[in-house]
């Protein structure tokens, strides 16, 4: 078994076996390492079984960076559309969810089985499981050591993701390689995450677990608030849905966020004005608008009686019930971590990568794609599409 190859790429999940079969394609020798036993765990779990594998409309926009740029070099050159010609070869089939997601109509395995066949036509040679021991550049190749004997590549591509999920592989490998070499790092944080709060200050929303409505949030400064209008989930320990999620990746600790709980409607005016014309009492005129629990909890949480009558209690009264429901200020306390993170936000500083290669300008040969660079996608695919694109990016440099 030969141990020299052109390319090596350590992971074998979603970045790293699209950059393997592109550049296996291209005639490139490929070797594709990784330590799990089961291959791309991550697609497998993704959207629900069904991976929500890219967005019909993602964009730089819909990425964080501390370089919002750096990005739309590989997305621009590797389209979603790129990615569904892609699937048409394969028959897969798939559906659009919302606000752009495409999801597989049957099961995520379908994209994995796609990209090991990809692979298989590259010639891209498998070590896996394999423990990567040490990497050492000599002259112009890189010596990795493994557990089966050291493999040597002119390309060494670090694809090994960022460090949500640790029970199922995940690890700071590629953060550990970036130090080794010289190269900054944004700070790693959790993103697409539950947020969690005081377990004392907590305790009138438990009862309300469970219960989702679609809500607008936002977070940040006047000049750079960022907002969504997405489902907010009530768990026992916090906020969670779609919503909570796509705020999570934007939200500073101990800063606030504000949630408008009733975004179609002005509360505190349509309360004031229908003080002579609404008969119903107030847990009835809120649960037109919201799940009767939710009401009747949000109105004990604020010190109103859910059977007071709107037309006996005071404008002012009725403002401050308002200003509650259309602009909940709350301060999560922290995140339920990366147990619970859909995607690590930071990671490899991209002005240490060329946007074209994703090549280290002061290590040449030593690429970094996908999550393990600092590009995080928000939640609807967009992480995908930035694993396809950046590996490609990358495979056709080699
Ligand atoms: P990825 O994590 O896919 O692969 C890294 C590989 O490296 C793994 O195979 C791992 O075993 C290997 N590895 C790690 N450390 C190693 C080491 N030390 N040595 C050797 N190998 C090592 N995104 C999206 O767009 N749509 C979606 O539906 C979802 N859904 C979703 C659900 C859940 C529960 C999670 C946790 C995440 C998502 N995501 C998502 C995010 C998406 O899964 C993620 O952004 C991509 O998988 C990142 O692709 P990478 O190839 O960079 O890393």
């Known amino acids: 078994m030969s141990n020299q190859f052109d390319v090596a790429v350590i992971g074998a999940g979603a970045a790293g076996m699209m950059c393997a079969s592109v550049a296996g394609q291209n005639g490139r020798k490929v070797v594709l390492i990784d330590h799990a036993t089961r291959l791309a765990e991550k697609i497998r779990i ?57 999801f597989c109509d049957h099961s995520a395995e379908q994209i ?20 990567v021991e040490a990497i050492a550049r000599e002259g112009e190749r890189f010596v990795i050591g493994t557990d089966g004997g050291s493999i040597l590549a002119k390309h060494l591509v670090i694809a090994t993701g960022g460090l949500s999920i640790p029970k199922i592989g995940a690890t700071d490998f590629a953060f550990r390689i970036a130090k080794q070499f010289g190269l900054k790092l944004v700070e790693p944080r959790p993103g697409l995450v539950p947020l969690t709060f005081d377990n004392a200050g907590w305790q009138p929303f438990v009862p309300l677990a469970g219960i989702s409505l679609e809500v607008g949030i936002e977070t940040g400064e006047k000049k750079s608030r960022t907002q969504f209008r997405e489902d907010l989930l009530f768990t026992h320990r916090g906020l969670s849905g779609p919503a909570v999620l796509q705020i999570s990746s934007f939200w500073k600790p101990g800063t606030a966020l504000t949630l408008d709980l ?13 003080k002579t014309t609404i008969k119903k009492n107030l847990g009835n ?6 799940p009767s629990r939710l009401a009747d909890g ?4 604020n010190g109103f009686q859910p059977d007071a009558r709107i037309a006996d209690l005071p404008d002012k009264q009725l403002r401050k019930l308002g200003e509650a429901l259309n602009r909940w200020v709350i301060v999560p306390n922290g995140s339920e971590g990366y ?5 690590t936000c ?18 040449p040969g030593l690429h970094f794609i996908g999550e393990a660079v600092d590009v995080t996608g928000w939640l609807g695919g967009y992480n995908f599409q930035w694993a396809w694109a950046s590996g490609v990016a990358a495979a056709l440099s080699i």
């Open 112 to 131: 994995i089985d796609m990209l090991k066949a990809e692979c298989d036509h590259g010639h891209v040679a498998w070590r896996m499981p394999c423990k």
């Open 346 to 363: 930071g990671g490899v500083d991209t002005r240490e990568l060329s946007q074209q290669s994703m090549m280290a300008a002061k290590v």
């Open 262 to 274: 009733v975004p179609e409607v002005d509360v505190a005016q349509t309360l004031i004005e229908g």
């Open 298 to 301: 949000l109105l004990q949480a």
């Open 285 to 290: 005129i809120l649960a037109q608008w919201l």
């Open 46 to 102: 993704s959207g629900g079984g069904r991976c929500n594998f890219t967005n019909l409309y993602a964009g730089p926009q819909n990425y964080l960076s501390e370089n919002p740029h750096f990005c739309k070099s590989a997305l621009s050159r590797y389209t979603p559309q790129d990615f569904l010609a892609l699937m048409k070869r394969y028959r897969i089939a798939w559906h659009e969810k919302h606000k752009g997601q495409l």
């Open 339 to 343: 147990k619970k993170a859909e995607v």
